[in-house]
């Protein structure tokens, strides 16, 4: 796979991309910082170095249980998902783009789901799907899928989103390892840019909008 185009990567352009995570670890000195259940044993840690121990190693055997129903985003500083002055209704935003931002951000509304996943919900994930007709359903979001072990993460248009957190703010001083692979996001194939109907990943529609 080619190197992603310059600008791609902030655009969150996920179509059809598929992130394969068969083993993420995270390891830290202090792991009640980080929920630990201390339940059963622990996957041997491997080259953990001196200092260092394993709290978490998740392996996406399981499939995500996600919910159904999606939530409304409604923004504002009320919303749960609200984080500071970079976030997507953000004051940083909204002073740069003025009305135009605000009149974007009315132009559809944001639906989201979060769910724990992994030992004692160690991990969350989070999905995002916009609707763009504004008639209370989300065309698309992004979403996980558990296959063979690992999880795919699959994005079918380019306001989809989906990403995988730790539940607990992680400590002042934490290491996590995430093997990713398999990863369709465009770029060269055979010398071309275009295939499978799409230019370099993207459908021809995407928008720079908020
Ligand atoms: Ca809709």
Redesign the pocket.
């Known amino acids: 796979m080619a190197p992603p185009e310059r600008g791609q990567a902030s655009t969150r352009r996920l179509a059809a991309l598929a992130v394969v995570l068969p083993a993420a670890c995270s390891r830290a000195p202090a792991p009640e910082a980080l929920g630990a259940s201390g339940g059963g044993p622990k996957p041997a840690a491997r080259a953990a170095g001196a200092g260092w121990k394993l709290v978490h190693h998740e392996t996406f055997d399981a499939p995500f249980q996600e919910p159904a129903a999606w939530i409304e985003d409604r923004y504002g500083d009320e919303s749960p998902y609200h984080v500071d002055v970079f976030d997507e209704d953000g004051e940083f935003f909204s002073a740069r783009g003025g009305e135009v931002f605000r009149e974007g951000l009315r132009r559809f509304?944001s639906f989201r789901k979060s769910f724990t996943y992994g030992e004692g919900g160690w991990l969350t994930v989070e999905l995002y799907g916009?609707?763009?007709?504004?008639?209370?359903?989300?065309?698309t979001g992004g979403r996980f899928e558990a296959v063979g072990g690992k999880a795919r993460l699959v994005s079918t248009r380019h306001y989809d989103g989906a990403i995988l957190r730790s539940t607990a703010p992680l400590p002042p001083r934490y290491r996590v390892e995430v093997t990713v692979s398999n990863i369709d996001f465009g770029g060269l194939r055979e010398g071309s840019r275009t295939h499978g109907g799409k230019t370099n990943g993207y459908d021809g529609d995407e928008l720079a909008d908020p």
């Open positions: 509304r916009r609707d763009s007709d504004r008639d209370g359903v989300p065309e």
